[in-house]
């Protein structure tokens, strides 16, 4: 966003105009990826609501910020995860970011929380995927296992495993697309 110091600067004296341009620029990108992740219109909209009444109640502190689209997504992604605390289905996705973080690494403290981050996203995203493909996606990641390999323990074509391993990745470059609207 063009210009966004100067915004920050006068969301700071209260400028409305100031929130207003952010809001405009910022709003849908958190609704859609609060959407894409929860699956359901009006919770993203409630999570957008809240995030940007927060830029708001927050904006003096929001103006000393260096990228706010980094702080936005970080609100954006804990708003999801206080969702998911609260439904009790928090611990499946830790076991499942502890076994799945393994495939990165890096030796900044700030790379390992995004990184972190971004495997629990991740992870939550494969569990929403529909049974067979989840199923598909897991048996191919996270055990190795090639698509022949797969067919054979599935009784299925190699050719449904591969629509199924197509359809699973191209849901989670969505995923991926939708959080790179952030920076």
Known sequence: MEQEREILD?????????????????????????FWMLKNRTEAEDVMQSIMLKVWERKEEIAQMTRFSNYLFTMTKNAIFDIYNRSLVHEKYESAQLSSVRYFHDDTLDSQVET?????LISIAVDKMPDQRRRIFRMSRYEGLSNREIAERLRISVKTVENHMTAALGQLRRLLASITLFF
């Open 116 to 120: 972190n981050d971004l495997a629990l």
């Open 10 to 34: 006068r969301l700071a004296q209260g400028d409305r105009e100031a929130f207003d341009a952010l809001y405009l620029h910022y709003a849908p990108k958190v609704e859609e990826l609060a």
